[in-house]
């Protein structure tokens, strides 16, 4: 499907095109991509609207069009605030995607022979709606990502001072209840960004189109998504160690708990021993019983050779 977006479709228009050299430039030239908060939408629903590639739907929007991609992400071309307003209410999406902390915003203009990317401004050789989908594609991850890394690091921040707490006293002053809820909300964090790690890796849709992967890469490259990865990875590991020390603080405690019990019932069963046996002396010592009658055989052997009846 071709979108609304062609170079052709606004040259007859003077306010919106500048002819310069051999390409023009767009009043409205700006990229942009916004995550969608809680995005859920059935399959079905998705593949209707539009042409789907893969992960990917392109949405033709007045004066342009917009990408939608099943994680959640929306990147949208040329396309003004008003239009991207009411695409959102036709999607029934709430329009606050539009004031949300992930975003990503660059410019973009068609003229020459190349792609280029620079000073944040992407520069297509041509109309063609795949070259802009794999562009959408690097766009998408480095929000998503945004949104990764914000996440871990505020896991890791919300918990940094146990570690500390550790060193100082040499355990974690929590009970057994408060520590299975960090640990939760760990396991949580960082089994959320496992499950979707693989949308950080190179989209599918190249396996099929794999002479648009230079686009791909190259704004990879610009904002930076394989340095952000690794620095994401490591503070997943940051978080994975965090939440082995209070698996092993947890084990710990639960041990202790246990040997407690452990010396707790040797003890009841020492003490009840004893008052039996002390109960055998005296009622023998009374006269009450004789050795034989002694059920326990502990001191049956020494009533018997003491007294004899």
């Known amino acids: 499907m071709k979108a609304l977006f062609p170079c052709e479709f606004w040259a007859h228009n003077s306010a919106v095109f500048n002819l310069i050299g051999l390409g023009m430039h767009i ?32 949405i033709d929007v007045f004066g342009g069009e917009a990408w939608l991609f099943d994680y959640g992400v929306i990147v949208f071309w040329g396309v003004d605030e008003d239009e991207k307003l009411a695409l959102l209410h036709r999607l029934k999406l709430n329009d606050a995607v539009l004031g949300g902390e992930h975003q990503e915003h660059l410019r973009f203009a068609i003229e020459g022979d190349t792609l280029k990317l620079q000073r944040d401004t992407i520069v297509l050789p041509s109309n063609d709606d795949l070259l802009r989908l ?27 001072h146990l570690p500390k707490a550790l060193a100082e ?30 949308l950080l890796d190179t989209p599918e849709f190249f396996w099929e189109y794999p002479d648009y992967e230079f686009a791909y ?8 998504i394989r340095p952000r990865v ?36 040797i003890a009841f069963e020492i003490a009840t021993f004893g008052a039996e046996e002390l109960k055998a002396i005296l009622m023998w010592y009374q006269g009450r019983i004789k050795p034989n009658e002694w059920k326990g055989p502990h001191l049956r052997p020494y009533l018997a050779s003491v007294r004899h009846w």
């Not at 002053?173 to 299975?180: D, E, F, N, T, V």
């Not at 890469?217 to 610009?222: H, K, N």
């Open 27 to 58: 009043s409205n030239d700006r990229v942009s991509a916004f995550i969608i908060p809680d995005f859920d939408m059935p399959a079905e629903q998705f593949a209707s609207l539009g042409s789907q590639y893969r992960d990917a739907v392109q």
């Open 134 to 160: 794999s562009i959408s594609h690097a766009l998408a991850q480095s929000v998503k990502l945004d949104e990764y890394e914000e996440k871990a690091q505020e896991t890791i921040a919300s918990y940094a």
């Open 169 to 198: 006293t040499g355990k974690i002053k929590l009970s057994r209840r408060a520590l299975a809820k960090i640990r939760g909300h760990l396991f949580s964090t960082k089994s959320d960004i496992f499950l979707h790690y693989g």
């Open 217 to 224: 890469t190259m704004t990879s490259r610009y904002l930076d």
């Open 230 to 265: 690794e620095l994401l990875s490591n503070k997943l590991d940051v978080i994975h160690e965090l939440f082995e020390m209070l698996a092993d603080d947890l084990n710990h405690k639960h041990s202790s708990f246990l040997e407690w019990i452990i010396i707790i019932l």
